[in-house]
């Protein structure tokens, strides 16, 4: 998080009451970020704290922001802790317990991809390039998704086991659907007429990212919308980020989830299962590797500092850009700290050969002709390619691909309208005036031909044989400008807007994932704590201020007045002082059931006293604004 981010944090939850940090972490550990009812809090603190307390505690989070509510239609109130909350508040009141696993045994099962920040580059390239139409049911075509996912890492194998819930279930895979999700829900794509379309101005935003931005919104947004809607399995996800000393050394897994269940969050044998399908999608977004250890448990390894990208909001620091390198095989060397938008521009005529820490690219005269296919000249791409290269690019390279530019794209078809005449002799009249052209050509100016449809393909032979083969695409007897974006943009890091400090999980996509209280109004208004106590003003102020004896009936009175407002009464038991918590009071003859403390040990115990225990009292009540 940001250096004032971290202050307000650290400074609000340094003003946390005792019992306010202990139901906090009690509603942390039992819900995490799930919605939880009226009732459901009830109890966290044990047989030490009185109901009035936990009520006035929970107001206070509230007040403070680490608890938020909303509404259903029929007036129902659900609350939930925020998830930029949650994140911070874990670390602050958990410190999970692990053992690491020897490498020596593991057997590898996973080993991390490239990363989900190249997965979505080659996929935007990949629209950008052939576009993403949909089916009159709004379903990509079959052909164009197994061709959007050519260039990707990520794969069935690594997320079907998280068993998602998405649009189009019945025609899309899993790998495919998260790809298309995080791609909606982080705006760079938007369903259109008919297809889903780049959104630029977020295009632009997103390229000017570091590839450590851009992890750090991708893991904020899986976590949240690839794990199921459970409290247990919710903190899982995140107590792997927070593992001390786990950086580059492998975590026995199950040690993890037998400390979580020794902590009340879930039971490790169940949650196993659905752990290591999470930590298998982990190694699929390029996160981590997943391996089996000599006893048939599962190993995991970070090869980022997940727990920064979690906490850190601050952009990074622009430190100088490295350019790639262009050799004289025609390969293009892509080291990691390559900016995304150069190797955006890479994809517009050049061809992904290989996809790692060092990507490669191909120059090939195909790329270029692609590029010309988006209005994209050989000079063009030169010059791209010596803006961005590290060193000087060689010269029979260059000279390659401006020979390819002087051969493509000189000549090109476009739509014509056919003139029809009434009579042979208005059409002999027009003739005279033209000389012909023999064969399936009729030259009609100084640089256009009429050629009929059924010839195109001929043509299009002969054309390449001279060396002027047309463009593939139809022209519509304008020269378009450039449709691939950003092509002429320069690296600005003030380009990246907003973007690193957004919050994209409960945005829509086609996962169906995320809570549900998205779907409901917020509820600002928090009653007043005097509310917890109905009919304050008319107690006799003796009851509060003194500590005597009273008449049974009155005394009987007293005790069922601190049970309906769930609060304490002090009263004098066997010549010691203690408090009693009446959670029950009985007639004929009257007695109370409660929680008795002892104020000398410090010791809660359930009791029951009798009348004669209880005549000399004084009602408590919590203090509160």
């Not at 306010?20 to 039992?30: A, F, I, P, Q, S």
């Not at 893991?219 to 950086?247: H, K, S």
């Not at 990074?316 to 892509?334: I, M, N, R, T, Y």
């Amino acid at each position: 998080m940001s250096v004032d981010q971290s202050a307000g944090f650290e400074e609000s939850f340094g003003k946390l009451a005792g019992c306010e940090l202990e139901l906090l972490k009690g509603l942390v550990g039992r819900f995490a970020g799930q919605p939880f009812g009226e009732q459901a809090w009830e109890g966290i603190g044990g047989i030490a704290r009185t109901g009035a307390e936990l009520k006035l505690s929970f107001l206070r989070l509230r007040k403070y922001g680490w608890v938020h509510a909303v509404k259903k239609a029929w007036g129902e109130r659900l609350y939930y802790i925020p998830t930029e909350k949650l994140v911070r508040l874990l670390p602050a009141l958990y410190v999970p317990e692990h053992n690491g696993a020897a490498e020596a045994g593991l057997v590898f099962r996973q080993e991390a991809g490239p990363g989900l920040p190249l997965d979505l580059l080659h996929a935007l390239a990949f629209v950008a390039d052939q576009g993403l139409p949909l089916t009159v049911k709004g379903t990509v075509h079959k052909k164009s998704l197994q061709k959007l996912m050519e260039p990707v890492f990520l794969s069935d194998e690594h997320v079907k086991r998280l068993a998602l819930q998405y649009a189009h279930q019945d025609a899309w895979e899993p790998a495919p659907a998260v790809l298309l999700d995080l791609l909606l829900c982080t705006g760079l794509l938007f369903p259109g007429n008919g297809a889903f379309v780049l959104e630029g101005e977020r295009l632009r935003s997103w390229l000017s990212l570091t590839e450590r931005e851009m992890n750090r919104i991708l893991l904020r947004t899986v976590i949240e919308r690839y794990g199921p809607n459970d409290a247990g399995l919710q903190l899982f996800r995140y107590f792997t980020c927070f593992l001390p000393d786990a950086g580059g050394r492998w975590i026995d897994v199950s040690s993890l989830l037998r400390w979580m269940e020794g902590e009340g969050m879930l039971r490790a044998a169940a949650a196993s299962e659905q752990a290591e399908a999470w930590l298998c999608a982990l190694a699929g977004f390029g996160w981590g590797d997943v391996a089996e250890t000599a006893e048939g448990g599962c190993a995991f390894r970070w090869n980022v500092d997940a727990a920064r990208l979690l906490l850190e909001d601050e952009p990074e620091v622009e430190a100088p850009a490295s350019g790639f390198f262009v050799q004289p095989d025609f390969d293009v060397l892509c080291p990691p700290d390559v900016p995304f938008l150069l190797r955006w521009k890479l994809l517009a005529f050049a061809e992904l050969v290989q996809c790692d820490r060092v990507s490669v690219y191909k120059l090939t005269r195909a790329g270029i002709a692609k590029a010309a296919e988006k209005g994209i000249g050989a000079a063009e791409i030169v010059q791209v390619l010596s803006a961005g290269a590290a060193a000087e690019i060689p010269g029979h390279v260059a000279a390659a691909i401006e020979q390819w530019g002087r051969e493509l794209g000189r000549t090109r078809f476009e739509e014509a309208l056919l003139l029809s005449c009434l009579t042979e002799s208005e059409a002999d009249r027009i003739a005279a005036a033209r000389s012909r052209i023999e064969g399936a050509l009729e030259r009609i100016g100084p640089k256009h031909f009429i050629a009929k449809t059924s010839d195109t393909a001929k043509i299009r032979k002969i054309l390449e044989t001279m060396g002027l083969a047309p463009l593939k695409t139809i022209g519509t007897g304008e020269r378009a400008h450039p449709s691939y974006p950003l092509i002429g943009e320069e690296p600005d890091g003030k380009a990246r807007g907003t973007m690193p400090c957004e919050s994209f999980h409960e945005r829509q996509g086609v996962v169906y994932g995320g809570r549900h209280v998205r779907f409901f109004d917020p509820d600002p208004d928090i009653p007043e704590p005097a509310s917890l106590f109905p009919g304050y003003e008319g107690i006799p102020a003796r009851w509060l201020r003194d500590y005597r004896s009273y008449h049974s009936s009155t005394a009987q009175t007293i005790v069922e007045q601190a049970q309906s407002w769930q609060t304490r009464i002090l009263l004098n038991l066997g010549g010691k002082q203690a408090e009693f918590a009446p959670t029950a009071v009985h007639s004929g003859p009257w007695r109370a059931e409660g929680v008795l403390h002892d104020l000398e040990t410090g010791a809660y115990e359930r009791r029951e006293l009798t009348a004669g225990e209880l005549r000399e009292l004084k009602l408590i009540v919590p203090e509160f604004d």
